[in-house]
């Protein structure tokens, strides 16, 4: 098996302590992060030395009830061109439903959501991932997510469901040991159980990350330190195959480069102490040097990939019953409407929480000016925003609205300095539009003089 060895999630946050961590033999990149006509120097750089870059897609919703979005595929697609990529990864999650498949409101949750372990979810996600494998220059591996909230009526496990999706599509794993972790937590799950179900061949790599647990909810923030209780997840897995990489995650609250390094030589030692099966003939670390085959990870050099069945398309109806469940339970998350039934309604307040505090702080990052400008107002008026305006495009569309919500709708901005008004509205002005009001058309021009008269500029 062609081995990943050690790695660690790429962020520019620690782009630097990266590149002088010893032992680091591969990395993930967000793919939405990155455009492959202006790839970071650092990451580069780690090309350039052998190190692997994986592009590590958030946004395609293989687990929603349309089929994959043609651009966000083909700009998959081109990162992994760009980055010489052995393989890409996404998630078994829904983010976003609605629209003309379900005939409601288009929304999205800016966030991974659990897809339903049943047979007409099932079939929905075989064909995405398959239209996904088929768009892909290189092979698919796809993740088990974290959840704070469980499906009425599921008919299957996890393993389960894993199990059957792999038969089905072929597609690698991508096992999260710390979503494992959360889901024991927050839904009851046994990850032993779920480990002894998985197809443990099938898996591509391994991620390790931290969270925390408040009033009985894990959650997977990917911000603190990796607890001993992902580790033992991990060297359970671990005692049932030998992974072909493992990898950790951080995406905020960066400790200092020798916390991250502890971090993975704790992960070395739970992998080297777990003793499991050994690995397969072909040991060679993937991009160790410049000649290495960078082929599908997990293939046997010279092999024939098996033939697959033929899988049969999702029928309409599942398309729509599915579409018309996941657009339910988002509106109720993010826009406020009936609580679905079935649904545990003070879990679904704690998810609903935890989307517009992480709606809130991914605009804070998109948009920094906003914060700067709003001060300690920014937090608070930003909940308040998203309370009953649900995201319906990317998160710097979020960001215009927002800022546009408190101008025209007068909202107070006390405490937020005497000029902040103004120095919004500038802001706002300046990226409200492609081109300057002297090039648009008379409508457009129109507008925004309308605009102007009511922000009394």
Known sequence: MKRL?????????????????????????????????????????????????????????????????EGRLRALAERADALGSPLVTEHIAFVRAGGPLTATQPLEAGHLLPVPRTRDALDVLCENVRIAQDALPVPLAVEN????????????????????LVERTGVRLLIDVANLHTNHVNRGEDPAKALGELPVE??????????????????????????????????????????????????DNFPAPAELE???????ATLAAADGPPPGPATTAVGADEGADEAAVGAD?????????????????????????????????????????????????????ALAAKRADVVAKVAPELPEILGAAYRTAFLSYAQHRPMTGGYRH???????????????????????????????????????????????RLLHATRRVLLGR
Not at 13 to 35: F, K, Q, R, S, T
Not at 262 to 268: F, H, K, P, S
């Open 202 to 251: 099938a898996i591509a790599y391994v991620h390790v990350a931290g969270g925390f647990e408040r009033d009985g909810v894990w959650h997977d923030s990917h911000a603190h330190p990796v607890p001993d209780a992902v580790l033992a997840v991990l060297a359970d897995l671990a005692s049932r195959v030998s992974p072909p990489g493992v990898l950790l995650e951080r995406d």
């Open 5 to 69: 060895g050690t790695g660690i999630g790429w962020r520019p946050e620690i782009a630097d302590a990266v590149a002088a961590m010893p032992g680091i033999d591969w990395v993930e990149a967000v793919a939405e992060n990155l455009c492959p006509g202006h790839l970071p120097d650092a990451l580069l750089r780690l090309r350039e030395r052998g190190v692997t870059v994986v592009p590590h897609g958030v946004s395609l919703g293989l687990g929603g009830a349309d089929r994959p979005d």
């Open 301 to 353: 050099s010279g092999a024939t990939a098996p033939e697959l069945p033929s899988a049969a398309p999702a029928s309409p109806a599942a398309r729509q019953r599915t579409g018309l469940a996941q657009a339910a339970l988002l509106s109720a998350l993010v826009a406020g409407t009936p609580v679905p039934e079935g649904f545990d309604h003070a879990r679904l307040r704690v998810q609903s929480h």
């Open 145 to 164: 997510i974290a959840a704070l909230i469980s499906w009425p009526g599921e008919e299957m496990t996890e393993g389960q469901f894993l199990y059957e």
């Open 398 to 444: 979020d960001a215009l609205a927002f800022a546009e919500h408190l101008l025209l709708a007068g909202t107070s901005l006390d405490g937020a300095g005497a000029d902040a008004r103004r120095r919004l509205s500038d802001w706002w002005l300046e990226r409200s539009g492609p081109a300057p009001l002297s090039r648009r058309r008379p409508a457009t």
């Open 262 to 268: 502890r971090e993975l030589a704790a992960i070395r």
